[in-house]
T-cell receptor
């Protein structure tokens, strides 16, 4: 079974703090994704990575950065947390598409509250 | 602009009856569609998918229907069970493309 783990289930930070959200997958997947989930808006893609040290912006990258130094680990960084970044953050991974479709496997999520 | 839309934020159904969840999309390049189920405090889990070469895919109590001309898909759950109570997201993607587009979700409540 694919396992995607996220470093924290719940996190409370103050405005202006630098925040690191960590995600690890154990299935040697090339692709990794960071989403945020907000009521009425569904899952919105922040960033994704298709290989080590490679990244691409998703739909809402502003205020975020990412790091992928190892294949199994994908970090989301909030350089200076703001209250509008209070959300549920979900990490996912998948194989690279090579003539097929590959489902994404999700971690349990991190509920981040910025005060 | 959202390319995948779920216009019903919630749905309530009696146990044993049919649940029908709907999803619309705007991008005609989408050719693969998925449904994910999400319980509170857990990540979404894959439920069922359909390729655009089909108009129906069935897996046990779950059936997904695709109407390409209307750019519409639906998930049918028959019979509905209380354990089906969750948020359901539909998602769409293109062949050889790694990015999924998700709808806003429909919260299903199945009453005993």
């Amino acid at each position: 079974d694919v396992k995607v783990t996220q470093s924290s289930r719940y996190l409370v930070k103050r405005t202006g703090e630098k925040v690191f959200l960590e995600c690890v997958q154990d299935m040697d997947h090339e692709n990794m994704f960071w989403y945020r989930q907000d009521p009425g808006l569904g899952l919105r893609l922040i960033y994704f990575s298709y290989d080590v040290k490679m990244k691409e912006k998703g739909d809402i990258p502003e205020g975020y950065s990412v790091s992928r130094e190892k294949k199994e680990r994908f970090s989301l960084i909030l350089e200076s947390a703001s209250t509008n970044q209070t959300s549920m953050y979900l990490c996912a991974s998948s194989l690279v598409s090579s003539g097929s479709y590959n489902e994404q496997f999700f971690g349990p999520g991190t509920r981040l509250t910025v005060l | 602009d959202q390319q995948v839309k779920q216009n019903s934020p919630s749905l309530s159904v009696q146990e044993g009856r049919i649940s029908i969840l709907n999803c619309d999309y705007t991008n005609s390049m989408f050719d693969y569609f998925l449904w994910y189920k999400k319980y509170p405090a857990e990540g979404p889990t894959f439920l069922i998918s359909i390729s655009s070469i089909k108009d129906k895919n069935e897996d046990g109590r779950f059936t997904v229907f695709l109407n390409k001309s209307a750019k519409h898909l639906s998930l049918h759950i028959v019979p509905s069970q209380p354990g089906d109570s969750a948020v359901y997201f539909c998602a769409a993607t293109e062949y050889n493309f790694n990015k999924f587009y998700f709808g806003s979700g429909t919260k299903l409540n199945v009453k005993p």
